[in-house]
């Protein structure tokens, strides 16, 4: 019988270089192991089959709709619709890997968000239906309000995109790192293991700690 995969989650607040730290683990990992990375919202373009590729379209349809009116509603009902299809693409993708990697994690962004978007019971109901364990490792991406704010400013400026309703402020950002830090406390709690990285310093310099953190916990 296959072993299960090493599951490692990459979180943080907005701005903190989530998609760049979930790269650079797989590059470093992939020349060893077998590595899948799971989004919690997947591209239409990563899909492979003619299915995939229609519902995640349609998700992201409505994810383009929430950016443009900057309506929060608009996005509890993509990520409602994306927990129905998460579990399945997380169980397509644990079955060939040695590890996977989160870049976020379900359990935890509604942890952080759910009141937010979805209210306190229709939150908790849906972090149960992600049907997502918990993760043995999380690299906790932990940066200052105020320099991830100005990140996802510029980030907009180059992508022309719109900033989602969670984003659009520091104070937004500081309620998120607050729940952050409470999430990390009971994962904890729950043997998972926590590496707090700071992403206020350098590019370099973070991954280069994001290596070494890496080195100890994966041989």
Partial sequence: MKKRPLRIAVVGIDGTGKTTVTNHIARILGKSKKVE???????????????????????????????????????????ILMNRIFPWIRLGKEKKADVVI?????????NVYGDYYLGRVIKNIEKIASGTPNPDIIFYLDSDPEIAF??????????????????????LLKQAKVNFEKTMNEMKKKNVKVIRINTNQPLNKVLDEVERELRKEVK
């Fill in 150 to 171: 100005k990140r996802i400013v510029k980030r907009q400026k180059r992508d022309k995109k719109y900033l989602h309703p969670h984003e659009r402020s520091v104070k």
């Fill in 37 to 79: 990375i799971v989004t919690l919202a997947p591209r239409k373009k990563v899909m492979k089959t003619k299915t995939g590729k229609k519902i995640v379209g349609f998700v992201e349809r409505i994810n383009r709709k929430a950016d443009k009116k900057n309506d929060k509603s608009y996005v509890a009902i993509s990520q």
């Fill in 102 to 110: 989160y870049e976020r994690h379900p359990k935890i962004d509604y």
